[in-house]
């Protein structure tokens, strides 16, 4: 099945300064990776999402890119800002794109 | 517009206590999930409903039991609550079953178990 590994754990960056957390995955047929943004007391929030035709996609201060052949995808975060501290999960399907793994999830403090 | 809402939104239990969690979607979304939130591991999938009337075993259904009362409401039982299930419970929903769409989730129930 399905395994998604998320590094780091935790991250701490400046004000202003660039995050990236990446996540490899094991099932060489997904083909959707998502990333969900959790806020202190909250259920966590889809951000961005990528699939497996596109190599990257941006919106605003955030991007996704994906490298199939390393099976591995990653979301980079500029000019990172306060409201930006949260906790971050990577995801990934399997058995054929009927169930989601999570990733462990990434907490992300900027400091200010 | 309410999204996802779940109730209780806290909860304590004795060892051996029953209790059922609510969750119920006003996006008239096919599919709706229960997960689980552990420190350091990440949400993992208790059950799931790809659609009215099916309900299906995710990665640990141990000690739980679904019922998906209708499209809009899908609740989660605890026959037995035992201080492994201590944990917080989010409920979800989507469209469609589901790997490849946008998944919502409510604001979670915390489960004390004691």
């Known amino acids: 099945g399905e395994n998604v590994e998320q590094h780091p754990s935790t991250l701490s960056v400046q004000e202003g300064d660039s995050a990236v957390i990446k996540c490899t995955y094991s099932?060489?047929?997904?083909?959707?990776f998502p990333w969900y943004k959790q806020e202190l007391g909250k259920g966590p929030q889809l951000i961005i999402d990528?699939?497996?035709?596109?190599g990257e996609k941006k919106d605003q201060r955030i991007a996704v890119t994906l490298n199939k052949t390393a099976k591995h995808f990653s979301l980079h975060i500029t000019e990172t800002q306060p409201e930006d501290s949260a906790v971050y999960f990577c995801?990934?399907?399997?058995?054929?794109?009927?169930?989601?793994?999570f990733g462990a999830g990434t907490i992300l403090r900027v400091k200010s | 517009n309410a999204g996802v809402t779940q109730t209780p939104k806290f909860q304590v239990l004795k060892t051996g206590q029953s209790m059922t969690l609510q969750c119920a979607q006003d996006?008239?979304?096919?599919?709706m999930y229960w997960y689980r939130q552990d420190p350091g591991m990440g949400l993992r999938l208790i059950y799931y409903?790809?659609?009215?009337?099916?309900?299906d075993k995710g990665e640990v259904p141990n000690g739980y039991n679904v019922s998906r009362l209708n499209k809009r409401e899908f609740s989660l039982r605890l026959e037995s609550a035992a201080p492994s299930q201590t944990s917080v419970y989010f409920c979800?929903?989507?469209?469609?079953?589901?790997?490849?769409?946008?998944?919502?989730f409510g604001q979670g129930t915390r489960l004390t178990v004691v």
């Open positions: 996006m008239n979304h096919n599919s």
């Open positions: 099932d060489s047929a997904s083909n959707y």
């Open positions: 990528i699939r497996s035709n596109v």
């Open positions: 995801a990934a399907p399997r058995e054929y794109g009927n169930k989601l793994v």
């Open positions: 409903s790809a659609s009215e009337g099916t309900t």
């Open positions: 979800a929903s989507s469209e469609a079953h589901y790997s490849n769409t946008e998944a919502f």
